[in-house]
Every structure is written in structure tokens, then in C-alpha cells.
């Protein structure tokens, strides 16, 4: 009887009257009543940590702010900081003044480079003018061309003459004989056989006389009265004919050459 008395005995719910279950329950509690008391009501041990914590926080900050900050000047006297920025504004005006003074140079280096290159471009454009004088170098431009053929007596060598000089005269920049012979200062014209013998070259009937400039006013200068037009129709009984051209190419050249006795003033 005991024995099934003890197995009709029914069995605790679970969570109903287990001890342990209940003991755990009880430390939870216990422990957040303590950390609530801890937190709301610390005691002087957990106050004295606080506050040193804190110092030692506010301590790094400190630190920090005062190893940004520049302590050159700290203990520097008012006079001395006023001395000090005396020294440092005359330090200022002087770079400034060689600021200036390099401003100045770079200027002067401008004008003279400017002043350089403007010399180089007279000088270039003058050596061509006078290339082109001298008839050292072919040239083409505006101008006429004036032939003249022999009739029965033979061209002479004053109408000639009298003919470049007149295109001179007007203007005429660049000339030329036959294609063969360029005209310039120190051409030379004398009578040969069979022709006209100019600069030591033989040219014969025709003579074809090329000259760069204005064609209007050098046809005007063969064509005044008594000039070369009506000297070689004259003196020659020669035909003569002037075309008028807007594009004229001079190709006969002169080679340079050394004066032998001319030399310019103050040079000997």
C-alpha cells in the first residue's frame, strides 16, 4: 500500500516549487537592487573614483590644447613683443623693397628684349632693302617693260644712260638688261661691236628693259618730250615699245663685292 500510495503521488508543475528556479530568481533580483543603489546612490569610495577620473580627463584635455598652442612668445615681456613686431615689419619692408626692385629688373629686361627685337627687325629689313639695291637678290613686283630694237644705226650708249637715269629718277627699285644684267650704282655701259657691252657682259639688239616700281609714273618718264623714247627714235631710228605689268620677276643677281678703296668715315 505505501508503494502505490507513493506512485499515485502526482508530480510538481515545472516552475512551481523548484528551489533552484526560485534562488536564481531571488540573486537577479539582488543583483540589480544593487547596481540600481550603486547607480542612484554611489558611496564615497565610487564618488572619490568618479572625481579622479574626471580630473584625469579634464588633465589629457589641457594637455592636448597647450601642445597646439605656440608658447614662443609667452613669457615675452611688452616691449619685447614690440620689439619684436618692429623686427618683423622691417623684415617685411625689406622683402617687399627687393620685390620691387625685382619688379623693376624684369621690366628693364622686357623693354631691352622688345628694344633688341625691334633693332633685329630694322636691321633684317634694312639688309633686304639694301640686298635688293645692291642686286644681290631676284625681286618681283608691279613695274614696266620697255624694248627697244636697233634700226638702222645702232643704239647709243647716252640714250642708255639717259634711260635708267630717268627710271631712277622716279623711282625705279630694281632693273634689269636682256635678263642677263642687273642694273645698279656702278654699272658701267660702253659701245662694243655687234652691241652695248654693260657691266663687261655683250648684250645685242634687243635690248629689253625690265624696272620694278610704280608702271604708270615710269611709263610717264620715257614718255615726256625729248625724253629716252623719243631719243632713240631719233638718234636710232630704233622701235621702241612699253608694256605696263602688275607682276614682273627680276632675276638676274650681282655678286658682292669688296670695295677696294672706299672705306667709311672714321674707320682708317
Known amino acids: 500500500m505505501p508503494e ?17 528556479r526560485e534562488d536564481r530568481g531571488s540573486a537577479d533580483e539582488m543583483g540589480l537592487r544593487r547596481l540600481r543603489e550603486a547607480l542612484f546612490r554611489p558611496s564615497r569610495a565610487q564618488l572619490v573614483v568618479g572625481v579622479l577620473l574626471a580630473a584625469l580627463g579634464f588633465a589629457a584635455i589641457i594637455q592636448v590644447r597647450t601642445a597646439n598652442t605656440d608658447n614662443t612668445y609667452a613669457g615675452y615681456r611688452e616691449q619685447d613683443l614690440v620689439d619684436v613686431l618692429s623686427a618683423l615689419a622691417g623684415t617685411s ?3 617687399q623693397n627687393e620685390i620691387d626692385r625685382l619688379e623693376a629688373s624684369r621690366r628693364q629686361l622686357e ?13 633684317q629689313k634694312e639688309a633686304q632693302e639694301l640686298s635688293i639695291l645692291a642686286g644681290a637678290v631676284p625681286v618681283t613686283g608691279p613695274g614696266i617693260r620697255l624694248t627697244v630694237t636697233e634700226g638702222p644705226r645702232p643704239v647709243s650708249v647716252d640714250s642708255v644712260l639717259d634711260t635708267i637715269e630717268e627710271l631712277r629718277s622716279v623711282g625705279a627699285e630694281a632693273m634689269q638688261v636682256n635678263g642677263q644684267v642687273r642694273l645698279v650704282a656702278q654699272s658701267a655701259i660702253e659701245a662694243a661691236p655687234g652691241g652695248l657691252r ?53 632675276t638676274a643677281v650681282r655678286a658682292p663685292t669688296t670695295p677696294q678703296y672706299a672705306q667709311p668715315e672714321g674707320s682708317g
Open 198 to 250: 654693260i657691266d663687261g657682259t655683250l648684250l645685242t639688239s634687243p635690248y629689253v628693259f625690265d624696272a620694278i616700281g610704280d608702271p604708270h609714273t615710269l611709263r610717264g618718264a620715257l614718255t615726256i618730250v625729248d625724253g629716252p623714247v623719243a631719243q632713240f627714235k631719233d638718234d636710232a631710228n630704233a622701235g621702241v615699245s612699253i608694256e605696263e605689268r602688275d607682276s614682273l620677276d627680276i
Open 4 to 20: 502505490a500510495a507513493r506512485r499515485r503521488e502526482p508530480l510538481p508543475e515545472p516552475g512551481r516549487g523548484d528551489p533552484l
Open 93 to 95: 619692408q625689406r622683402a
Open 111 to 123: 623693354q631691352n628684349r622688345l628694344a633688341q627685337s625691334a633693332a633685329v627687325a630694322a636691321a
